[in-house]
């Protein structure tokens, strides 16, 4: 099948990859030339682990080509639209000018028969909303949505065998009925793979996607308020969530108590459904995601209140090693970082902070040149004195306190995502601080 995708962000580059894999004959359009040239050498223009394989395969195996012009998606079958829908500059709600833009460019370049099939996240209503676009334009393009759920640093493996896949269909059932045959001859070998198939409406397909994000949002905050609480109880939040984990129901997945969610979708769909939930008068339903905002944007604060405890309320000028940059592990992405935020936080407090991350040193810096950016762990360590873990990629989880020791000029560490075991920490002279822990 021809197959285009608009937008070749952390999604769309992904999905065009993804169904190239597949066996579709695929073009990918970004506005961004640096990017498209990137991708047509068949590198990825940021950090995803299995991307650079499959981008390389299949732009030597000519199924996969970039562009910058929209017209050569003209011809494709289903043309899946995945660019951004970042937080407004102006308040909570989503910026839709980057899906808007899009369809509006794609249209002229489709025609009878075609399927136009957004993937962006977006408020619920917007896809009917832009139905009536695709319809008014006199086109004869159909419109279905697809949301997204992949993971950054798992985004290969989430496309090519997702948990579930979702079909948002036009409430016409012979358009839903092309839109369907089109989506299933897509995904057809994923499908094969007995991937649990939702067909559903618009407003649905939507929901669906800001209610697993908030649903996950509100479980890390759940456990980061039992954090707050096992603070002032002596108790141990990491216990409390294997004891409550071992309960199918809850389950332990998510329940990582430490600093906090960030990154491109998670805080941002939380504002985005709460803004869009008060448009349509119903904002009492989600206002308990505001709290969930709040709390996670505390725990930042906690952790830089550690470092500076540690520090005896003295940060200025003390040499703090920041361990992790990048919103989690297994990605370079920096939006929304907690790590980031909290090295920001001190900085601002006149510690010297010396930060490092395996993936996104590059991105760290174009945002926040000030910060002392080292590539190696051990020149970050040298001499600091006190180590913040704020990102648990491997290289850090395990880490020999006893060699560590000999690096710095202070023995004390704030574990920000609770990796580490207290008592091996203790045992080699440092004084340890978890969040929610003894
Ligand atoms: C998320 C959703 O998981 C995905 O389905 C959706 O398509 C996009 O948003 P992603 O942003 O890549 O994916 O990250 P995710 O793995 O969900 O982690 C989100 C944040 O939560 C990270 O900052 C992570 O460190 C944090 N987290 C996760 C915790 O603090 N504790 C946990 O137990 C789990």
Redesign the pocket.
């Known amino acids: 099948m021809r197959v285009s995708v608009i937008g070749c962000g952390y999604l769309g580059a992904v999905h065009a990859a993804a169904m190239a894999e597949l066996g579709h004959d695929v073009v990918g359009i970004d506005v961004d030339e640096r990017k498209v040239a990137a991708l047509t050498r068949g590198e990825a223009p940021f950090f995803e682990p299995g991307l650079p394989e499959l981008l390389t395969a299949h732009v030597e195996s000519g199924r996969l080509r970039f562009s910058t012009r929209m017209e050569d998606a003209a011809g494709s079958r289903i043309h899946f639209v995945a660019v951004g829908t970042p937080q407004s500059k102006t308040g909570n709600q989503a910026d839709m000018t980057y899906v808007d833009g899009a369809i509006a460019s794609l249209l002229p370049h489709t025609t009878a028969g075609e399927i136009i099939v957004g993937k962006s996240t977006v408020p619920v209503g917007s896809a009917s909303r832009l139905a009536a676009v695709v319809a008014e334009s006199g086109s004869g393009a159909l419109l279905a949505w697809n949301p997204?759920?992949?993971?950054?640093?798992w985004a290969v493996k989430d496309s090519l065998a997702p948990d579930r896949l979702v079909f948002g269909l036009p409430p016409e059932p012979e358009q839903a009925e092309v839109a369907e045959s089109a989506l299933r001859e897509a995904y057809g070998p994923v499908l094969d793979l007995g991937t649990p198939l939702v067909v559903t409406d618009f407003a649905t397909a939507e929901l669906v996607k800001v209610a697993?994000?908030a649903f996950?949002a509100t479980k890390?905050s759940f456990i980061n308020a039992m954090a707050e609480i096992a603070e002032v109880t002596g108790a141990d939040v990491t216990q409390l969530a294997d004891a409550i984990g071992h309960d199918e129901r809850i389950g332990r997945?998510?329940?990582?108590a430490?600093?906090?969610?960030?990154?491109?979708?998670?805080p941002k769909d939380i504002r985005a459904f709460t803004a869009r939930a008060e448009e349509l008068g119903r904002g009492e339903s989600v206002a308990f995601l505001k709290e969930i905002d709040a709390i996670n944007l505390r725990r930042r604060q906690r952790v830089v209140d550690h470092v500076v405890e540690l520090l005896d309320d003295q940060p200025h000028g003390k040499t703090v090693a920041v361990l992790g940059l990048a919103?989690?592990p297994h990605?370079d992405d920096v939006r929304d970082s907690?790590a980031l935020d909290v090295a920001v936080r001190l900085k601002g407090l006149g510690a010297h902070v010396r930060a490092t991350d395996p993936e996104a040193i590059a991105n760290s810096r174009a945002l926040h040149p000030q910060l002392d950016y080292r590539e190696s762990l051990e020149e970050t360590l040298d001499g600091a004195d006190v180590v913040v873990l704020v990102t648990e990629w491997d290289e850090y989880r395990y880490l020999d306190p006893a060699h560590v020791a000999g690096l710095v000029a202070g023995r004390r560490i704030v574990d920000a995502r609770n990796s580490y075991d207290p008592q091996s920490w203790r045992a080699a002279g440092w004084t340890y601080r978890g969040l929610g822990r003894r």
């Open positions: 997204e759920f992949l993971r950054e640093g697993a994000n996950l890390i997945r998510f329940l990582g430490g600093v906090g969610f960030g990154g491109g979708c998670l919103f989690k990605s907690p």
